[in-house]
């Protein structure tokens, strides 16, 4: 047999043409755009097929783009352990086991019990230093923040990496701020004298946006945002634009659409190297450091954390984050257990020691997807970043409250997607676990001590009175005045949450969870998916459905009775709906139901429904959230 034998026939390749008749075909006349495209909260059409003749064309190479933006290739990221607050003692210990166990880089924020330089060298006592980044940040004044790194300088030489995230902007946006945005940022340039870090590995200025994605930002919105926010930086900084860019660095939440999160962190590439452009600076290395996006944790089921944070630090290694900190999955009650701790640890380790992901040089290049997702989210940020200079930048825009309501729209249209489960959240929304105790509450925050209002806001003064042992919380103070209205972030899963917590509730006064009978027309056949559905459903809320795991039963008002239950839904097909509900219904009502609902659509029959006594019905695309309130509101026991 010669090896000519052995080749099998060239076929011509498919052209996207014959594809696309296929699908019409196929698609038996339903529209291709309704069936097959789908948007992003960012405006951008997502297709089925990438090629590089279309549908979309392949996109710009977004990551293609030189800039020194992100890690270099082989270059492992920094494993971060982000604390803050807390008890110093307390904070060493953890800091010292997470060092020894994976963790090369610290985030500290100030606040609560840790005030002061010496609070700070006592939660670093027994810590070397200068092998660590190590990034200060606190509440406040960048220039109160600026006289306190001084003395901790002072009193640990070897805090040689890291340095701290002034970032007056994101002060504001938290509400944190002691002083007007205006007089903050004109005092960045003295903060950075104080520093005096010309020329050093550490960096005083952070462009932090998660108070703004938090808020409710898209992600496009965010890195417009996150380039506002640089410029205003660069503006206020006092000194030569290559000076300045020197102290720059970036921290950007990302997240748990794995695709999106590598599309976001390529994206920011692309915009800051169009950036440096125009701003005629000769592209040079600023680190950006990424972080699970607060707003998608969730303290239900907070094992699917887990997977959320694992997705997050896949795509952080592929965009090329220089250092990254995963949250622990308890992030939303305690944040301390040491389980959680070593879970969020150990996901940095199996990716980057065990699957190596920074040994390839950005691994979304040439895939004809992430390459148009990454030049579209670059395209609509620099389109937001234009609306936040034409409003006069970013300051201008958070004093005016212009972002503060386009923000608000923005999470209130994510809202709205989340409650009616477009935006499935697991574990919360979708499968969630009904039987599953209550997460423990936030622990209380320590208490600020009363600040020193006889301080100075000289910066010499500030200086001597860090060195002389005065905390943030007195340093920030002294440089006061009525600072910007703060953003209002939000976790998509609060609303889900504060049913399932008046669920505990009702649990705990009677012993039962508010329950609700769902009554399956005819044969198990004929209910089963519809009543699988509302089971699932009215558990998102709190709520226990019992019944319909048999053929209808004989004498439906005994078999609510006996259930417990003070609500009812119906569960059918849609015929059986239309021939016995005006019958049905009346009945359960003088049974003792409270309510009783429907699941399906009602169409042409709501009005007949209703003046039956339907109260409710349920189907794919309601307001899930507002019809488990309404339960809660009328039938909770």
């Not at 011509?12 to 495209?37: H, N, Q, T």
């Not at 930086?233 to 660095?249: C, D, N, S, T, V």
């Not at 390529?266 to 450091?289: D, I, N």
Request: glycine share 10%.
């Amino acid at each position: 047999m010669t090896e000519t034998s052995l080749q099998r026939p060239a076929f011509p390749p498919p052209s996207l043409e014959a594809w696309r008749a296929v699908v019409e075909r196929d698609l038996k006349g339903a529209p291709y755009a309704k069936r097959l495209l789908s948007e992003t909260p960012e405006g951008l059409t997502l297709d089925c097929l990438y090629t590089p003749e279309g549908p979309a064309g392949g996109g710009a190479a977004a990551g293609a783009i030189p800039t020194g933006l992100g890690r270099a290739p082989g270059q492992p990221w920094r494993v971060v352990v982000s604390a803050s607050g807390g008890d110093p003692a307390s904070l060493n210990a953890r800091l010292r086991d997470e060092l020894t166990r994976g963790a090369d880089s610290i985030r500290l924020r100030l606040g609560g019990a840790l005030q002061s330089a010496s609070d700070l060298a006592r939660a670093c006592e027994g810590i070397t230093l200068s092998p660590h980044e190590l990034v200060l940040s606190g509440p406040g004044e960048p220039l109160a923040l600026a006289a306190l790194a001084r003395a901790f300088a002072e009193l640990r030489p070897d805090w040689s990496e890291g340095g701290l995230a002034l970032d007056p902007c994101g002060a504001a946006a938290r509400g944190e701020l002691k002083a007007p945005l205006g007089a903050s940022l004109a005092r960045l340039g003295q903060a950075l004298d104080l520093l005096g870090w010309s020329g050093q590995e550490r960096r005083a200025l952070e462009v932090d946006t998660s108070p703004f994605h938090a808020a409710g930002a898209s992600e496009a919105e965010d890195l417009g945002l996150a380039l506002a926010c640089a410029l205003e930086l660069l503006r206020h900084a006092g000194r030569p634009l290559p000076e300045a860019r020197a102290q720059l660095r970036f921290a950007i939440p990302l997240p748990s659409d794995l695709f999106l999160g590598i599309a976001k962190l390529r994206a920011l590439r692309a915009l800051w190297a169009r950036a440096e452009e125009v701003l005629g600076l000769e592209p040079a290395p600023v680190p950006v450091h990424a972080a699970s996006a607060w707003r998608e944790l969730g303290a239900r089921d907070p094992w699917v954390n887990v997977l959320r944070g694992t997705a997050t630090a896949f795509a952080a290694a592929a965009g090329g984050a220089d250092s990254l900190a995963v949250a622990p999955f308890d992030a939303c009650s305690s944040g301390e257990g040491a389980v959680a701790q070593r879970v969020a640890r150990n996901t940095h380790t199996i990716l980057r020691e065990e699957s190596h992901l920074h040994r390839v040089a950005d691994p979304g290049a040439g895939s004809y997807y992430l390459e148009d997702l990454s030049a579209g989210l670059a395209r609509e940020a620099w389109g937001f970043l234009q609306a936040v200079e034409g409003e006069g930048g970013l300051a201008a825009a958070l004093e005016s409250g212009w972002l503060r309501e386009r923000l608000a729209a923005r999470a209130a249209e994510r809202a709205r997607s989340v409650a009616k489960r477009r935006l499935a959240l697991t574990g919360v929304s979708d499968f969630p676990l009904l039987s599953e105790p209550a997460p423990p509450d936030p622990p209380p925050s320590d208490p600020a001590p009363s600040a020193d209002s006889a301080l100075s806001a000289d910066s010499a003064a500030l200086e001597a009175a860090a060195a002389a042992g005065s905390g943030i919380s007195a340093l920030a103070t002294a440089l006061g005045g009525e600072a910007p209205a703060a953003l209002s972030p939000v976790r998509l899963a609060e609303p889900f949450e504060a049913l399932r917590s008046a669920s505990d509730l009702t649990l705990a006064k009677t012993g039962q969870r508010p329950r609700a009978f769902l009554l399956g027309l005819g044969a198990l056949a004929a209910h089963t998916g519809r009543s699988t559905w509302i089971r699932n459903l009215l558990a998102a809320g709190g709520i226990e459905g019992v019944g319909a795991e048999d053929a209808e039963p004989d004498d439906a008002p005994a078999a609510y009775r006996e259930s417990g239950a003070n609500l009812v839904v119906l569960c059918g097909r849609d015929s059986d709906y239309a021939e016995r509900a005006g019958e049905l219904v009346p009945a359960l009502k003088s049974a003792g139901a409270e309510q009783v609902l429907l699941a399906g659509r009602p169409g042409a029959q709501e009005e007949a429904y209703r003046s039956a006594g339907v109260s409710d019905f349920l189907y794919l695309g309601c307001d899930v959230v507002a019809a488990l309130q309404r339960m809660h509101g009328e039938g909770a026991q």
